[in-house]
C-alpha cells in the first residue's frame, strides 16, 4: 500500500508563488518501482486536470496552462514530489492532489491518489 500526503497550499495574490510538496509512504514504494509520480487539479463542478507528471526518468510533462509557471520534481532519496507554482493567476485556484503510479510518460497509469490541498490565488 502507498500512502501519499499533500502539503503547501494555501492563499496567495495573483502573481505569487507556492511549493506544494506531496511525502510518499509504503513498505512497497519507490520512485523506480512506481515509475510515475504527477500533479493534478479540481475545482468544484468541473473534471480533475493533469497539470504535471514526471517519470523515474526525470522526463516531464505539463499541461499548456502551466508551462513556463510550474515546475515538478523529485527527490527519490526522500521520496518526495515537487510542484513549485510561480506566476499564479486565479484560475489556477483548485484543490491539487499527488498521484503516483505505473508507466511512462504519455503512458501514465495513476493508482495511488492523495487527500489534497487547496490553493486559492486572489486577484
Known amino acids: 500500500q502507498v500512502q501519499l500526503v499533500e502539503s503547501g497550499g494555501g492563499s496567495v495574490k495573483a502573481g505569487g508563488s507556492l511549493r506544494l510538496s506531496c511525502a510518499a509512504f509504503?513498505?512497497?514504494?519507490?520512485?523506480?518501482?512506481?515509475?510515475?509520480m504527477g500533479w493534478f487539479r479540481q475545482t468544484p463542478g468541473k473534471e480533475r486536470e493533469g497539470v504535471a507528471t514526471?517519470?523515474?526518468?526525470?522526463?516531464?510533462s505539463y499541461t499548456d496552462s502551466v508551462k513556463g509557471r510550474f515546475t515538478i520534481s523529485q527527490d527519490n532519496a526522500a521520496n518526495t514530489l515537487y510542484l513549485q507554482m510561480n506566476s499564479l493567476k486565479p484560475e489556477d485556484t483548485a484543490m491539487y492532489y499527488c498521484?503516483?503510479?505505473?508507466?511512462?510518460?504519455?503512458?501514465?497509469?495513476?493508482?495511488?491518489w492523495g487527500q489534497g490541498t487547496q490553493v486559492t490565488v486572489s486577484s
Open positions: 509504503g513498505s512497497t514504494y519507490s520512485a523506480y518501482y512506481m515509475g510515475c
Open positions: 514526471i517519470d523515474r526518468d526525470g522526463r516531464t
Open positions: 498521484a503516483a503510479g505505473f508507466g511512462a510518460i504519455g503512458r501514465c497509469g495513476f493508482k495511488y
